[in-house]
């Protein structure tokens, strides 16, 4: 029985990268693979260890559900993922969406080519349909520190942390 879900599907991670880097500046892949994690799966932002003055975006989360089943270990999906967000990537940048070169660097920066009016207007309806929680995911969560501890990896518990280069 074949059963679909959106986490392992590279043309959905295409439609959230596009969403991601439109509203975003240059982020570093990791980053990007964490906070495309967390648009799949927009439930789990509870899970997060945040600060304190963004502690009040847990409740907000907190009353969520995804619309597609969650994970259910949550390191093992990130990295089921990655794959296919790395495919996408390079789809993108085949497409000139984002920077070829930095992504070869580790970053993720979006060019001036623009997208089909029907494709953008996509893109924009679901950022307003989900826009509390991918308000939170495009502004805060893509502004906090990728490494070392208290950085992004360690606070969501996806990515090793302990030895980056901070």
Known sequence: ?????PAYDAFHCVFRLLSLIANTKRLEISKVRILDFFLTFPAEVKTIRLPPALSTKKKLAANLTNIYHG?????????????????ALNALAG???IDRDLLKKGYVERTS????????LRIDEKNSLDEPISKFIFKELSEMPLFGIDG????TGLMEYRYDNV
């Open 95 to 97: 497409s000139n969406i």
């Open 71 to 87: 994970p259910l270990n949550s390191q093992q999906v990130f990295r089921d993922m990655e794959h296919i967000q790395i495919a």
């Open 152 to 155: 992004l990896k360690h606070r």
């Open 1 to 5: 029985m074949l059963i679909y879900h």
């Open 113 to 120: 080519v623009t997208l089909p009016d029907d494709l953008q």
